[in-house]
Structures are given as C-alpha cells and as structure tokens.
C-alpha cells in the first residue's frame, strides 16, 4: 500500500492576477491592520479527490469559493485550520517560524477528523509560494507579520454521515498587527462555567467546531469586561486547561514553571512547545502537571505564584494579570507583565525575527 511518504511532491501552477489591490490602496490597508481584517490578494489551493489523491496545486488570485449547498463541511463540519506567521528580518529577507511543526499537527488534526493528509514539504511549499507572491503586504507597524491561515474542508455534496471523498486546501494571508486591542499590559480572563473539550473529543485537534464552541462563553467574557476566557476540564470542572484560543504558563518563587500536560483536550501549542525548550534551556524547571482553579487563587494570594501568562501564534506571550468568575477574582503578582514572561516573550521573539542566534534550526528563511 502507498504511504505519504511514497507521493511525489506537488507541482504548482501559478495563475497571472488580473487586478491586484494598487499600491497607494494597500499601503493604506497595512498602515494599521488590527487581526485577521485585511487579507491579501492571492491565495494557494489544493484539491483532493479519492482514487486521485492531492492534485490541481495552483497560486492563483485570492477569490471566493463556490461551494454546493449539500457540501458535507456545511452539515458535518469536516474542516480543519492552522495558523502560522511569516516575518521579515533585518536583511530584508522573508521567514517563517518551524512551519514543520504547523505541517505535523495539521496532519494530526486531519487524522482526528477523518481527512486526508498532505504531505509536510507540499504543506511548507503551499505556504511559501503564498507568502513570497505577497511579500509586500507585510505591515511595517510595531510587531507586524503576516498571519498565514492554511486550511481544508469537505466539499464532496451528499448527505449521508460518513468521510467525504473530496477536499480542498487553502492558504490565504492577513496582514496582522496587535492581537489584542485593549492596550493593557496584563489581561484579564474569566472563568466559564462552559466546557471547551472532553477526554475522547477533538481537544487536541484544531477544528473549527472547538472555537465554535467557545464563542458563547467568550462572548460572556467579554460582555463582563474582560479579555479572554479560561476553560477547565469536563469531568470535575476543577483542572485548568487552556484559555479561547492560547495554552497557559504558571510561575512559581522558585522559578519552576508549570503547564496542564497535553492529554487529549488540550491543543499542543508550537509556542507553547518553544517556549518550554528556552526556558530549560536558561536552566529552569518546567513541569507537565494538572493544576486546579483553587490551588492557582490560593498560590496567588500567597504569592507563591508570581507570574502567569498565556501563548499562541497570533498573541504570542500575553501576561495574564486578573482572573475573575462567579466565586471572585484574584490578581496575579502586581497585576502586570512579571519578569520571567517578558524575557521569555524577548528571547521568542528575537529568534523569530532573526535578532538572536537560532541554535535549533527554527528560522526558515523563505528569500
């Protein structure tokens, strides 16, 4: 039988855009982009058929997609997405940050959800060609980038309950700025009463239905004031999991970090993953370990907890500065950014964009 590793890499076609956004209109565009608001004008697809596998690979112009009413991602939801960011260093040069990662945890969300795999170099390529035909998208604000979204969904039309037989494969880009807008240097988060995943579930995948699910409670966060929201575990409703869309660092007085282990309801954080080697790496302990709502309000008010800070993709390090839910709210240290997540937000950050030696080969240079 065939592997993955037995296909043959892709080859793409580029198709010529017939009228790209003029230059002095997407320089406007860029200036301030805010999230996930602008995009750009081209776009990477792939088409996948049963008995055809991956074909049709094409750079084309950014465009909307004709789906059929009885398309199963529209009554099954068979889709999946990544997110990654592409940077420019100080040369000039266009780079991503361990896309091999994105590409690994994307096949693994396809595996959960029954959808075919794409080959890791084929995923890397879709993405590169998607950035370097629009490199001159990319913000000149502070922190900018350009946020990649590689995705796949069902779009075979029939509606029986099964896997489909066909998909497509999409990379479009957004000029991105600041995730969050309130400005603050720490956030504040709120404790739902909701459940985002539970053991058996898609917790570890990274499917549209999981944030579909959080948006009611997010919402419910931010009609209270404040600026994400914390789940916990299903089954006792006591454990600390991940916030809407980031994975959560706890720092002690001895400078020893924890983190809810990755059992099966909790995405596997690529930051998350990096920010875990720096830190051993600077000699620090961090631990994989269940952490409960009430031992985290008990450290804090000790102070034995000092730090605690959230991380993803689009956010990157945000510390977290208040929690609050229906038995109270308590503060974090002084309320503000601590001192190990700022320097392990600097050391991330500098190695992404090429201001500090990349040791482990995470920097991809795509120019």
């Known amino acids: 039988m065939a592997t993955l590793a037995d296909a043959q890499a892709l080859e793409f076609a580029t198709m010529a855009h017939p009228s790209p956004v003029p230059a002095d209109e997407r320089e406007a565009l860029i200036a301030s982009p805010g999230f996930g608001t602008v995009f750009t004008d081209h776009m990477v697809s792939i088409d996948w058929d049963e008995g055809i596998g991956w074909h049709n690979a094409t750079l084309g112009p950014r465009e909307p997609i004709a789906l059929d009413p009885a398309s199963s991602v529209l009554h099954y939801a068979q889709e999946i997405f990544e997110g990654l960011k592409a940077y420019r260093l100080d040369d000039g040069s266009m780079a991503l940050f361990r896309p091999d990662e994105n590409a690994k945890r994307f096949n693994a969300s396809a595996r959960r959800l029954a959808m075919p795999e794409l080959r890791e170099a084929d995923f890397i390529e879709a993405v590169r060609l998607a950035v370097m035909a629009d490199k001159d998208w990319f913000p000149k604000v502070e922190?900018?980038?350009?946020?990649?979204?590689?995705?796949?969904?069902?779009?075979?039309?029939?509606?029986?309950?099964?896997?489909?037989?066909?998909?497509?494969?999409?990379?479009?880009?957004?000029?991105?700025?600041?995730?969050?807008?309130?400005?603050?240097?720490?956030?504040?988060?709120?404790?739902?009463?909701?459940?985002?995943?539970?053991?058996?579930?898609?917790?570890?995948?990274?499917?549209?239905?999981?944030?579909?699910?959080s948006l009611v409670p997010t919402k419910e966060a931010f009609e209270r004031g404040h600026d994400q929201v914390l789940f916990l575990d299903a089954a006792e409703h006591k454990w600390i999991e991940e916030l809407g869309g980031m994975n959560l660092f706890f720092v002690f007085d001895d400078g020893t970090l924890l983190t809810p282990p990755l059992t099966g309801t909790i995405l596997p954080g690529i930051t998350r993953d990096s920010l875990m080697t720096l830190a051993r790496e600077e000699g620090l302990t961090v631990r994989e370990e269940k952490y409960s709502l009430d031992q985290w309000r008990e450290d804090a008010a000790s102070g034995k907890l000092v730090e605690t800070f959230a991380c993803g993709t689009a956010a990157v390090v945000t510390p977290v500065g208040k929690v609050a839910g229906h038995d109270g709210e308590f503060t974090i240290g002084s309320g503000g950014p601590g001192q190990l997540t700022t320097s392990l937000k600097q050391k991330l950050v500098d190695i992404q964009r090429g201001k500090m030696a990349d040791s482990h080969d995470w920097v991809v240079r795509l120019d």
């Not at 099964?162 to 494969?169: L, M, N």
């Not at 240097?185 to 404790?191: C, D, E, F, L, R």
């Open 143 to 213: 922190g900018g980038s350009l946020y990649i979204r590689p995705f796949m969904f069902a779009n075979e039309h029939f509606l029986g309950v099964r896997p489909a037989k066909k998909y497509k494969f999409l990379v479009i880009l957004s000029p991105a700025g600041n995730y969050f807008k309130s400005g603050a240097p720490a956030v504040s988060i709120w404790v739902s009463d909701y459940t985002r995943a539970a053991p058996g579930g898609t917790g570890a995948a990274k499917c549209g239905g999981n944030y579909a699910a």
